[in-house]
């Protein structure tokens, strides 16, 4: 009987929480602020730089600190308002806002493999210009096919065109994992043929297997949960009432991901030592 009885409680506890409007915006408030967080340690990367080496210009390592700034604040923005955007009519909007963080998270990381190609291609004397260029026609293609999922979905709101728009994040979701195996791979490799004693060569080759390993697990788990949100009505993340999942999902595929990610690469540039030239006084 107590192996029947337990299940039961766990169902009653889960619909409890599901449905109480107190735990609801404990669980939203909870991810707010951890998204808050991640934001405000990546703006502090980005000051961090610009005073370190402010000669440096916009380089990836700044980029991709300030679009996890971005990303993340935009997510805290959604999760602490999450019932005005439940609100939002038409509906159409709705989906905008909760799935623009999930594009530009994309990107954001995107840029990572893009580095770590453009290694792999320096280090073979192969010319990397046409890396960066298909980085940019590929997101804008990636941008223009879901801006033209939410107009379809705008003109003929029904759960097929729901389904096709939560497939796409899946499938793009699913490229990012396969991305991130390749480059991240290939330069893995690639550093473990250097020499043993070549500098930094043993702190470069962990951190490029462990953000790999951390990213590729992210997106795949991104993309198994949003096929289960496609096909399954009770698995539905974009709903009020489904706190315990939102919890869950975005700690496990943005939230921890994120975390590890900017730890393993909070290192920032050394400042560059003093000039050498000293111009002549005039007297």
């Known amino acids: ?40 340690s990546s703006f502090i990367q980005v000051a961090r730089i610009q005073h370190r080496v402010p000669q440096y210009g916009w380089t990836t390592q700044k980029v991709f600190q300030l679009l996890n700034f971005v990303v993340n604040g935009a997510r805290c923005s959604v999760f602490a308002f999450r019932r005005q955007v439940q609100l939002v009519n038409p509906q159409i909007f709705q989906h905008v806002i909760l799935d623009l963080p999930g594009l530009a ?30 980085f940019y026609i590929i997101n804008g293609i990636i941008y223009a096919i ?14 097929s065109m729901l389904i096709l728009s939560k497939l796409f ?28 004693e070549s500098k930094g060569r043993q702190q ?3 951190e490029v297997g462990k ?46 991901p994120s975390a590890l990610v900017l730890f393993i690469l909070r290192r920032i540039p050394s400042k560059l030592p003093p000039s050498q030239y000293h111009p002549l006084s005039s007297g």
């Not at 009432?241 to 999902?249: A, E």
């Open 169 to 196: 994040i899946a499938g793009l979701s699913f490229s990012a994992a396969l991305g991130f195996l390749l480059y991240g791979g290939r330069l893995f490799l690639m550093l473990k043929r250097f020499p043993i």
């Open 105 to 134: 998270f994309f990107t954001t990381y995107a840029m990572l493999a893009l580095f770590w190609a453009e290694i792999s291609y320096q280090a073979r004397g192969r010319d990397t210009d046409g890396l960066r260029s298909g």
């Open 1 to 40: 009987m107590a192996a029947v009885a337990l299940p039961a409680a766990l169902a009653g506890w889960w619909e409890h929480v599901n449905g109480s409007p107190a735990w609801q915006d404990g669980i939203f408030w909870a991810l707010a602020a951890l998204y808050g967080l991640i934001a405000a």
């Open 204 to 206: 470069k080759l962990s």
């Open 211 to 256: 953000v790999a390993a951390i990213c590729s697990f992210c997106f795949l788990a991104r993309c198994v949960m949003m096929c289960f949100d496609a096909f399954d009505k009770e698995a539905d993340l974009d709903v009020l009432y489904h706190p315990i999942l939102n919890f869950f999902y975005y700690l496990l595929v943005e939230i921890f």
């Open 146 to 159: 879901q801006v033209l999922l939410w107009v379809l979905l705008w003109l003929n709101p029904n759960p």
